[in-house]
Structures are given as structure tokens and as C-alpha cells.
Nanobody, 124 residues
């Protein structure tokens, strides 16, 4: 069992930055693939970025060059650095863990564990 807790969300002006953190419990964190998803009301949950156990990464096109996902296995944590934020980045952001650690990204329904979400609001 893995327990995920996100933090770092908030309100920021367009062009600003935020860093999301996801703290994970459990001894096997380093073997999991991790991802950040986001969701707005009425839309399907979207994968923003993913990172597998070896550090390979994935980004959805709309955030390439602006967002960076990273992990610190010693701290059982995964991060999402978000720069040059845009109003369309406004969403609830979720951290997710996948026991199939070699995969970089999967459909949201295939992830094994989820955090409770953190709100990111970007004002214009």
C-alpha cells in the first residue's frame, strides 16, 4: 500500500511558477512509476507528466518546455516544477503511482494509487 500526499498548489498570476510536491509512504517507492495528472470539471483526467523508475520522462505537449517532473527516491518524493504558468493550467493536480515501474505513462485508470489532489489556479 502506498499513501500519496500532494502539496504546493495555490493561486499564481500568469507567467508565474509553482512547485508541486508529492510525498509517498512505503519502502518500494523507488520501484514505482510516478505521474502528475490534472483535471478540470467536466473533463477527463489528463496526464501532465510521468517518470518511471529509471528516470525516463514524459510530458504532454501543452507543458513541454514549461514543466519538469523529477523524483527523489531517498525522500520518497516526486515533484512537478511548473514555470510560465497559463490560465489554462488551472486544475486540480493529482499525484499517481504505478506498480509497473518501467512504464513512463499509462491511462489514468491503470494507476494503482492516487493522492487527494491540490488546486492550482492561474489568474490572467
Amino acid at each position: 500500500q502506498v499513501h500519496l500526499v500532494e502539496s504546493g498548489g495555490g493561486l499564481v498570476q500568469a507567467g508565474g511558477s509553482l512547485r508541486l510536491s508529492c510525498a509517498a509512504s512505503g519502502r518500494t517507492f523507488s520501484t514505482y512509476a510516478m505521474a502528475w495528472f490534472r483535471q478540470v470539471p467536466g473533463k477527463e483526467r489528463e496526464c501532465v507528466a510521468g517518470i518511471n523508475w529509471s528516470g525516463s520522462t514524459y510530458y504532454t505537449d501543452s507543458v513541454k518546455g514549461r514543466f519538469t517532473i523529477s523524483r527523489d527516491n531517498a525522500k520518497n518524493a516526486v515533484y512537478l516544477q511548473m514555470n510560465s504558468l497559463k490560465p489554462e493550467d488551472t486544475a486540480v493536480y493529482y499525484c499517481a503511482a504505478d506498480k509497473a515501474g518501467y512504464r513512463i505513462v499509462r491511462p489514468w485508470a491503470e494507476y494503482d494509487y492516487w493522492g487527494q489532489g491540490t488546486q492550482v489556479t492561474v489568474s490572467s
